[in-house]
C-alpha cells in the first residue's frame, strides 16, 4: 500500500515521461505504474470469471417506463430525459420508491445459480440518485425514501459470503446535481438529457461531490470494480478521467476501472481508441459484441435480455435463453466478458422472465463451466463454421451450435496436434478423430447431447 501511493505520486510527476515509456508496452496501464505481472495479477479474477450479473435499479422502476400515460421504446433509466420530467418531479418518485420486497440473499442466489462471478450495480445512474446511504447528498434511498434502508449494505455483504465479487457502477452524468442544467430545444432545462452543462464554477464543485461519493462507495462497500458511465459529456476530459482514475485507484489499488472514467471509448463499440493511451483496465461493448476475436485484450460486452436496463413493465421482448448462452459462448471465444443486465422492480424484485433465462444459464454452466471459466479466446484463425472455441493451455473447448448431420465435424488446423477428444459431459469416453493436413475431423454421436451447445474438449500438445 504504502509502495503503491509512493509511486502514485511519483506517476503524477513523470507523467508524460512514463506515458513515452509505456507505449512499447499496451499492457500497462499509461495512467498508473505497474509492471505486466502486476496488472495481471488485479486482473486475474475478473479474467477468469467471464460472466457477471449488471443491475441497474433505481428510481425509474418507479414509473417502469410510463409517465402521464405515456410510454416509449426507449430505455427506462432514461424516462427522466424521453419524458422531459423536471428535476422536482423526478424527485417524488424517491416518496414512491419503497422495495419492500428486496431480498439480498435471493438476489445473489439468482446471480450465483447462473454461473454469474460478479454483480454491478447501479450505485448512482444519470438521474442522480444514490440507492446507497450518502453522507454527501439527501438524495438517496436511506435520507429520500419510505424504505430507509441501505440494500446495497445487504447486497455488498452477501455476495462475498457467496464468493462473488460486488462492484459498482457510478454515473459521471448527473441530471440532479444543482449546477448541471440542460440547453435543448424543447426540454426542462432541470429534466434529464444526453448531454447537460454546468453553471461556472460547478465543475469544480461536482468533481469534488463525485469523488466524496467515490470514497464512501469504496471504503463502505469495498468493491472490486468501478465501472464508469455517463462521460461523454462536453465538460469531462481525458485528463479529468485520468485524474479520477488515479484518486480511485489511490483509495483501493487493485480496483478495476473500466475505460468509460476517461473518453477513450470508440461509442458503442466500446474499445479504446489508439491514438494515445486512456485511462481504464477494460473496454466496454454496450449491446453488441465484436464480430472478431480481440485476445490479449480486456474487455466486456454489457447486454441487456429485453431491451431495457431499468425496469420497464411492458417490455416483453426477451431474449431466449438459446440466444442468451450462445452470446455468452461467442464472448468467451472472443476473450470477453458477458455482464448480463438485470432491472428489478420498485418493490425490489427481479422480473420473473429474467430469473427463469439466468436458471437456465445455470443449467448449461453448471454441466460446462469449464469450457468458460478461466479460457482466453478460440487460437483458430477464422470463426468456426458450426460454433465457437475458448481455450485453456493443453485444452481446445468446441463449442457445437450447428450439429453435422452425418456427425462428422470438422475442425480447421490450428498449429497443434490433437492427442485425445472427448464430449464434455463424458471424458471417459473417447471420441474417434481422423487428421488430415487442412485439420482433423471428429466423430461424433449421431444427435446433439445439447441443442443449445454441445461441448467437445480437444487434449493437445
Ligand atoms: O446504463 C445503461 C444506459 O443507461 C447507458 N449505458 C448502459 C450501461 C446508456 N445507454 N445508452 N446511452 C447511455 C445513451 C448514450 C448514447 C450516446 Fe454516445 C451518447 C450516443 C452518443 C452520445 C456513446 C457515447 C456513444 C457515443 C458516445
Redesign the pocket.
Known sequence: MRTLNTLLIVSFLLGSQLAAQQQASPQVNATFIETKAQRDRRMSWWREARFGMFI?WGLYAVPAGEYNGKRSDR?G??IMEWANIPRADYEKFAGQFNPVKFDAKEWVRIAKDAGMKYIVITSK??DGFAMYGSKVSNYNIVDATPYRRDPIKELAAEAKKRGLKFCF?YSILDWHYPAAYVDAPGKDPTAGN?TTKLRPGGKEEYVKYMKEQLRELITKYDPAVLWF?GE?QDWWTEADGQELYHYVRALKPDIIINNRVGRGRQ??QGMSKTDQEYAGDFGTH?QQIPANGLPGVDWAS?MTMNTT?GFKFYDDKWKSSEVIIRNLIDIASKGGNYLLNVGPTAEGLIPAPSVERLAAVGKWMKLNGASIYGTTASPFSTQLKFGRATSKPGLVYLHIFDWPTDGALRVPAWGKTVTKAYLLTTPARSLRFNKSADGVTLQLPAQSVDPIATVVVLETK
Open positions: 441497474h430505455i433509466e432514461w445512474h444519470h457502477y444526453r458511465d461523454w461509442g458503442m454496450e454489457c436496463w
